[in-house]
C-alpha cells in the first residue's frame, strides 16, 4: 500500500519505520524544520532501541522518505501529538492542522487512520471535518490505537499482542486489515470494532495500568511502615493469574507520554459527559502525593534538612531504554528538592541536553562518579541498567555522607549495606 503518515514523534516515526519493513511504500510529513532535516539526514532524533538501524535500512531501500507537505496515498495515517491543555482535556489542534492540510490534496485518501490518542468521538468528528471541506471525499475513517512501549517500541508493533481496528465502516476494516496483512496475525490478536470503542479502549487500558502503578507505590509507602517486603508482597499478587505480574513495581511516580495525559483526558471527558470519574481522579491525586512523597522522603533521609546540601540524582527520563522526558517525576521531584534548598546535581545517559532547559539550575554531571563526589545524598531515579552495575563501595568513598535513596528497587539492600551506604528504598525493609 502507499501510506502518508502525518508526524514523526515516538509514535508517528516507529509506525512509518515499521510499516516501510513490513513492505508498504511510506511518505513522512513532519513539520517542524529541525526535525525533518534530521530525518532527511538519516539522523534518528530520538532514542528507540533498533529504530535508527530501520530507518536507514528502509530509507536506503526507497520504502521510506520524509518531507515537509502532504502527499497523496491510499491511506493517510495520523499521528501527531495531542498533549494535555490546561484544563485535561486533549489538545488537539496538532490533529486538525494535518487534516486541514490534506484537505488540500487533488488526489485525496481512500481512508484515514488516526494513530494519535484521542478522546471518543474524534475519529467521526475528523470524517466530518474533512467532508466539510472536501464534499467530493468518498472515503472513511478509522481509529488504530498504539500499544507500544518506549523503549519496545518497534517490537510492539511488529511482534503486537493485539491489533485493534475501531472502523465504522466495511471498507476501512478492510484498510485497517491490510496495513497489517503482512504480519499474517491470527484472528484472536485482531480485533475489530467501532470507532468509538476503540478509542474508549485505549483510554481504559492506560488508565488501568496506571491504576496498578499507584496502587503499588500507595502499598509499597503501607509495607515501609509495617516492616513489609513490598517485592515479596507483589510477587506473591503476581501470581495471582487473575492480576499477573506486569506493571506490580514501585517506583517514583507514573510519567511518561501516555498515562498522565490520558488519564487526565478521560477524566475530563467523563465529567463533559455528566459521569462521576472517581477512581480515575483519585489515580490522578495518589500519583501527585506520591511524587511529592518521594522528594519529601529524600529529605527525611538526610536528617529532615536538605539545605545547602548536594543532591547526587541518577537518571531523570521517566524510564530507562528513553531519552523521554515528558511527565517524568524528575520534573516534579528535583525542583521539590531545590525549593528545599538542595544543590541538585544530576546524570542522564541520554538525556542532559533535553533536561537541561526542563530542569533549570540542576547541575549536569558527565558520569555517577561525577554526580556522586562530594554528595551528601545519592538518588536513583531511573532504573538504567548501568546503574544496577555501578561500584557501590567507590561511590559512597567518594561522598561526604554516604546516603543512597532507590526510588526503584533497583539495587540489593545488603549489598549496598555492604558497601557503606545508609540506603533506603521504597517498602523494603
Known sequence: MRLAVYGCGYVGLVTAAAC????????????????????????????????????HETMASGALDFG?????????????????????????????????????LARLPDAIMVRSTVPVGTTAALAARLRARRPDWQGVALFNPEFMRQGSALHDFLAPERVVIGADEAAGAALGRAVYAPMALPENRLQICSSASAELMKYAANTLLATRLALVNEIAGLARFTGADIDAVMQG????SRIGPQFLRAGPGIGG????????????????????MGIVDAVIAS??????????????HCAGNVQGQRIAVLGVTFKAGTDDLRNSPALVILPALQAAGADVVAYDPMAADAARSALPGVGWADGAEAAARGAD????????PDFARLDLALLAGLMRHPRLVDLRNLLNPATARAAGFDYVSLGRP
Not at 499478587?237 to 495471582?240: A, C, K, Q, S, Y
Not at 477524566?267 to 459527559?273: E, K, W
Open 377 to 384: 545524598a545519592l538518588v536513583i531515579l531511573t532504573e538504567w
Open 257 to 276: 507520554s501516555c498515562f498522565p495525559k490520558d488519564i487526565r483526558a478521560l477524566a475530563r471527558q467523563g465529567r463533559a459527559a455528566g459521569q462521576n
Open 237 to 240: 499478587v503476581g501470581l495471582d
Open 68 to 104: 515537509a507537505t502532504p502527499v497523496s496515498a491510499e491511506l493517510a495515517i495520523l499521528a501527531v501529538g495531542t498533549p494535555a491543555l490546561a484544563d485535561g482535556a486533549a489538545d488537539l489542534r496538532q490533529l486538525h492542522a494535518a487534516l486541514d492540510a490534506l484537505a488540500g
Open 20 to 55: 516501510a519493513r513490513l513492505g508498504h511504500r511510506v511518505s513522512a510529513v513532519e513539520t517542524n524544520p529541525a526535525r525533518l532535516a534530521l530525518l532527511q539526514g538519516g539522523t534518528c532524533p530520538l532514542h528507540e532501541p533498533g529504530l535508527d538501524a530501520l530507518l
Open 287 to 300: 500519583n501527585e502525593a506520591h511524587m511529592a512523597r518521594m522528594a519529601a522522603l529524600v529529605v527525611a
